[in-house]
């Protein structure tokens, strides 16, 4: 595939996602700095803020959009763009549950909840994929009721004009936000950046309806409703694919494939099992590697010391990993473990 079908495959939410998986190439291994900081912040505490900050600049930017959108709206009378107006209202107040997730994800372990409650991010991923869902539905609904019930729509030049402010405010708002959610590794984040973005392509059919009406084509504003409408179940479809996979304990295969190419690095290693999941946007993985017998045990805590360096220096977005041993004709590792190690 070229480059440009690529980046439009990436673009509409069908290209790969996991940029911030890994923290760098082979040619970092001969430098030998590690793709983590030690430093007086807590990582997680750090992404969070980014999360939060970037969830804020969102809502002043669809805020921003809506308001000069109800001005045209005034002075347009346009049915279709008030409801493009109050969808986009709607979409700012998806801020809410990622801020709360966010917020909520900074709390610190409890003897209830042992990991923290990093996962509530995975929830309002889901709140968000619904509130998607029912964009969807409600710009299918009113396409077919504009095919069935044709209205004239005047003020095409204002109509146009804010139809662009639409489009361009919502993808200023999608980049954002799928940039951070990258680069904290939050699915929730990822998902409401492509919520965002079909937001934008709604306005923009605002735009395409205008110039076809315009041109004398009455029926052109529902028909590329309709084909928005199919563009946003298709994001509806790849964004809960992405939050239902990390709520159930799915993993990219990347990440598994990373594991061993960090172990591939420390001599005397030998992977038996390696396990890992995201706990909101930070990784946790469980791996047991295979030692030989009559290896002295303050060597094999060397092995297990390199791979985690090794481990931390590949994956940036990794929190913890708990290395276990195994003997070296072993198909299964053994219960006890050793090594384990929380994220900086």
């Known amino acids: 595939m070229s480059r440009l079908g690529a980046h439009i ?41 980014r999360g939060i900050w970037a969830i804020k600049w969102s809502f002043v930017i669809l805020a921003f959009t809506a308001a000069l959108q109800m001005v045209v ?23 809410i549950p990622l801020w709360i997730a966010f917020l909520l994800a900074r709390s610190k372990p409890s003897p209830t909840f042992t990991y923290g409650l990093g996962r509530v991010e995975d ?35 204002w109509l146009a004009a804010a139809g662009l402010v639409g489009f361009l405010g919502n993808e200023a708002v999608a980049v954002f936000r799928i940039r951070v959610g990258r680069e904290i590794n939050s699915a929730a984040l990822i998902a409401d950046g492509y919520h965002a973005r079909t937001d934008g392509l709604t ?7 205008a110039l076809g009406v315009w ?18 179940f298709g994001i509806v479809w790849q964004s809960a694919r992405s939050v239902l996979t990390r709520m159930l304990d799915g993993i990219e295969p990347d990440v598994i494939g990373e594991i061993h190419h960090a172990a591939a690095h ?10 890992a999941r995201w706990i909101g946007h930070r990784l946790h993985a469980d791996i047991a590697i295979a030692v030989e017998e009559s290896l002295p045990v303050c060597e094999a805590k060397k092995i297990t010391a390199a791979l985690q360096d090794e481990l931390f220096e590949h994956m940036p977005a990794l929190a913890a990993a708990n290395i276990r041993l195994a003997n070296a004709d072993a198909d299964h590792p053994h219960e006890h473990g050793h090594g384990e190690h929380d994220g900086h």
């Open 215 to 232: 041109l004398g084509y009455a029926l052109a504003d529902p028909i590329v409703g309709l084909l928005i409408t199919l563009a946003i």
């Open 203 to 209: 306005s923009l059919a605002v735009v395409i309806g």
């Open 266 to 275: 420390v001599p005397g290693a030998r992977i038996v099992e390696a396990k």
């Open 73 to 95: 709206v005034a002075l347009s009378g346009s049915v279709a763009l008030l409801a493009d107006t109050i969808h986009n209202i709607g979409d700012a107040t998806t801020a």
């Open 9 to 49: 495959l990436d673009w509409f939410g069908f290209g790969s996602r996991d940029h911030a998986v890994h923290g760098h190439g082979h040619h970092d291994h001969a430098s030998g700095s590690h793709g983590h900081t030690h430093g007086v912040i807590d990582a997680t505490i750090a992404t969070t803020d």
């Open 123 to 157: 929830l309002a991923g889901m709140i968000i994929v619904g509130i998607i869902l029912f964009s969807a539905i409600v710009a299918g609904y009113q396409a077919i009721d504009r095919l069935i019930n044709p209205r004239v729509v005047t003020h095409l030049g």
